[in-house]
């Protein structure tokens, strides 16, 4: 077949299409409004299932009473409804695809609710209704109904947008852009342009590294309420309120400047995205949130989906973490194995493609997580070394109501006989306890520590991370509480059987072991090692107030170890295999691991397959063990990679923030003599991190 092309025709196609999108482009540029609510209009209706959302909308409008209110909202305390209601009315009204589209009845409920909610104009004892939640429903509803076939009553409108002026609070990280967000509807309804320039000012104001105030931190962390690690809780809110921003202000002359969007993807891809497992997120970066039903589901395919129209240049990430987080891959794949050490935020996160640990405390320099609202009721201990330890992803999902609180995953505690004493019992913010907290990476690898001293409660706590497993020290612990002290392994689902080795003297000293979930727990020195599969019950309102009261019953496997009433200097020692079985684990080379120390002046760990060495020192000392000798003059901790090659990497840091110099002494297999190295700390907003030197001959 022969092909003729008229030259002539596609010349004036190509000029044609190049002045349609010029022609695009300088309107969006110069009259943005219409492009950007089309955005949002397209955005609020992304995912929806129009038969769910019918089924919904029919019972909600048989039950809407003749004045257009609903019989089952306290419209002096309301919340979510009837807002949310009257928005998926809205939705369904809008949308071609839909039963209820332009359905005459429909939109008389949507009217008669919308003027009943102005009539009423009803306050929230929470702020946050008020003067977020209550004028961004609005500014969306009236968006939608913007698109419609009949829109609202003008003068109904025009009511509905005063009602959403609310004063601008800035500087407040994650408030600040939510509230920014009602703004940019307004701007949009209106085309007032002063109302723009203060929505794309304030809804791009948190993307800044805001040192030790509320927001993203120099480690990647982020703080709101105060020095408090919200990864993924307001910081879920900044990092969804950031990405909706520039989804939607793209190619305008308001579009996210670019140094800025390198602080925003860089949040994204090496810190918030790394907390969600498969399509969860690590229960440690929830904050309060924690406490809320469903709170650990992520959803996070729209948000990403939208990055990847602003970031094209990391593409091939964005795809791979829609891919993850829907489930249409495995929580595997194309995860790399990195290490971080949140030194301003005590969170320590340890990724590999079979597995997700992290670890969250608290020092004096921030606070503990926090009760707030009456959410977190019983989360007293969450920043006291608790230990995510993620596969699927789903672990803990949902089991929050009936966990045992006082034996949360990777704490060490007091056993105590009911709720109270668990309860946080001060709202908004509780400073740790401890200085000596944080940890040493080289980004792959690490240590972590946490100087326990809360509750009663001392102990000298650590986290050695490697490949295939995680090694967890505990020395000095010490109470004269009235009850049982207990360090608890694990908290999570009972899925399958348990295995165990056949130990059950109290206090054994020979190794006990166990395997539940594809997940295994190796006890060296034995101890008084207990194991509950048994069905425990609970409900939501214990542990969140706006929770429901109905009890639920939930098979839990719980894992943990004993230390009696009155220990004065017990230990524990325990490894952690995640993406094994049970016959695995006894095939697994435990010569590999090496704890050298478990003192309350020293822990550490010698891994000979990978070649390294951690420790953590609490005081100044000195590790001698088989050839090798290292020496610091201060607390630290510290790691050393290629430890008997020619070339090692000392890696240390001081986890007290304290020093700005420590003096090492090292004697190793593949040095011809002693080394001293004088280690110049970071300082500053970098005070905690690594510093590392190459030590040569």
């Avoid at 809008?94 to 039963?99: F, L």
């Avoid at 025009?158 to 940019?184: F, P, V």
């Avoid at 993807?265 to 690590?282: A, E, I, M, P, Q």
């Avoid at 340890?350 to 977190?376: C, D, I, K, M, W």
Wanted: glycine share 8%.
């Amino acid at each position: 077949m022969i092909v003729s092309i008229n030259y002539r025709r596609l010349k004036t196609l190509l000029a044609s299409c190049f002045l349609c999108f010029t022609t695009f482009f300088a309107v969006a540029q110069e009259e943005p409004y219409a492009v950007i609510m089309g955005r949002i209009n397209l955005d609020l209706q992304r995912g929806v299932n129009d038969a769910v959302l019918v089924k919904r909308i029919t019972k909600n409008m048989t039950s809407l009473n003749t004045d257009g209110s609903w019989p089952d909202i306290n419209y002096a305390d309301a919340q979510y409804d009837p807002l949310k209601r009257i928005k998926d009315m809205a939705t369904a009204f809008v949308r071609p695809s839909n039963k209820l589209y332009n359905n005459a009845e429909l939109h008389a409920a949507i009217v008669k609710s919308l003027q009943n909610w102005l009539d009423k104009n009803p306050k929230n004892k929470n702020w946050w209704y008020n003067d977020i939640f209550y004028p961004q429903a609005i500014g969306e509803t009236v968006i939608l109904m913007r698109s419609a076939k009949t829109g609202l009553p003008v003068e109904l409108e025009k009511t509905l947008i005063k009602r959403m002026i609310r004063r601008l609070k800035t500087g407040d990280g994650a408030n600040t852009s939510d509230e920014a967000l009602h703004y940019l509807y307004r701007a949009c309804l209106t085309q007032n342009k002063a109302t723009l320039d203060s929505a794309a000012k304030y809804l791009f104001e948190p993307i800044a590294i805001a040192d030790g105030k509320e927001g993203v931190q120099a480690d990647g962390s982020y703080y709101q309420h105060g020095k408090q690690q919200a990864i993924a809780s307001y910081g879920r809110v900044f990092a969804g309120n950031s990405v909706n921003a520039a989804f939607y202000l793209r190619d305008t002359k308001y579009a996210l400047p670019k140094d800025q969007l390198v602080i925003l993807v860089d949040y994204l891809k090496n810190t918030f995205l790394k907390t969600v497992r498969g399509s969860f997120y690590d229960f440690n970066v929830r904050g309060r949130g924690i406490s809320r039903k469903d709170s650990l589901s992520s959803g996070m395919g729209g948000m990403v989906s939208k990055i990847k129209l602003f970031d094209p240049e990391n593409a091939a990430y964005w795809d791979a973490s829609v891919k993850r987080t829907s489930g249409a891959e495995p929580p595997s794949y194309k995860i790399m194995p990195t290490h971080n050490q949140f030194w301003k935020s005590g969170y320590t996160l340890h990724l590999r493609p079979a597995y997700t640990f992290s670890v969250q405390t608290a020092s004096t320099r921030t606070l503990r997580t926090e009760r707030g609202n009456n959410e977190n009721i019983l989360g007293k201990f969450l920043p006291d070394g608790a230990t995510n330890i993620q596969r699927s992803g789903s672990e803990y999902a949902n089991l929050m109501p009936v966990w045992e609180w006082d034996k949360i995953p990777g704490t060490t505690s007091r056993d105590y006989p009911d709720d109270s004493g668990v309860t946080v019992l001060k709202e908004w913010g509780i400073p740790g306890t401890t200085k000596f907290v944080g940890g040493v990476s080289d980004g792959i690898y690490g240590v972590s520590c946490y100087d326990l001293n809360y509750d009663s409660v001392q102990a000298k706590k650590a986290w050695f991370f490697f490949d295939q497993e995680v090694v967890c020290l505990g020395a000095g612990i010490k109470s004269s509480a009235k009850e049982n002290i207990t360090t608890t392994i694990n908290q999570v689902w009972l899925r399958g059987d348990v295995a165990s080795s056949n130990g059950t003297e109290a206090d054994a000293k020979s190794e006990r072991w166990a395997v539940h979930d594809s997940i295994g727990y190796i006890f060296p020195q034995g101890g008084n090692l207990e194991i509950s599969s048994k069905a425990q019950t609970g409900n939501w309102y214990r542990i969140n107030h706006f929770q429901g009261k109905t009890e639920l019953k939930h098979n839990v496997f719980k894992i943990w170890l004993n230390h009696g009433i009155n220990p004065q200097n017990a230990s524990y020692q325990y490894v952690v295999v995640p993406g094994i079985d049970a016959a695995g684990l006894k095939k697994y080379n435990r010569s590999m691991i090496q704890i050298l120390k478990n003192t309350d002046e020293l822990q550490a760990v010698k891994h000979t397959g990978l070649d390294m060495l951690q420790a953590v020192f609490y005081k100044a000392g000195t590790l001698a063990t088989n050839g090798l000798s290292l020496q610091v003059d201060q607390p630290c901790t510290v790691y050393i990679k290629n430890l008997n090659g020619k070339s090692p990497t000392l890696y240390i840091a001081d986890p007290a923030q304290e020093n700005t110099s420590i003096k090492v002494l090292l004697k190793l297999p593949g040095l011809l003599k002693p080394k001293s190295i004088d280690c110049n700390l970071p300082v500053g907003a970098f005070a905690g991190a690594t510093a590392n030197f190459k030590i040569k001959e």
